[in-house]
């Protein structure tokens, strides 16, 4: 995500589907820059599919929570957990 704005905010992670994903996220958002928030598989995807949500709130002089979709469609090809 890109911050648009002049101020600096800080990155929260607060919700996110754990039973499928570990999450890395950056800390903070300064002006103008972009951030990176990182979903990992940690097991196989269920073959009838999820929708779930990973929802994001950024703190600064005011606060403003995102939710974005996390979909896995039916009929697309089944993702693994990464080989320890």
């Known amino acids: 995500m890109k911050n648009l704005d ?3 905010y800080k990155i929260s992670v607060v919700d996110y589907p754990h039973e499928f994903f570990k999450v890395k996220a950056d800390k903070k958002l300064k ?3 972009s951030a990176e928030i990182k979903l990992k598989p940690i097991k196989e995807f269920p073959a009838e ?3 779930k949500v990973l929802t994001i709130d950024l703190q600064g002089k005011e606060n403003t929570r995102v939710t974005v979709p996390v979909i896995y469609a039916v ?3 089944p993702a693994s957990a990464p080989k320890k």
């Open 6 to 8: 002049v101020l600096e």
């Open 75 to 77: 009929g697309a090809p």
């Open 31 to 33: 002006p103008g820059k």
């Open 49 to 51: 599919g999820f929708k």
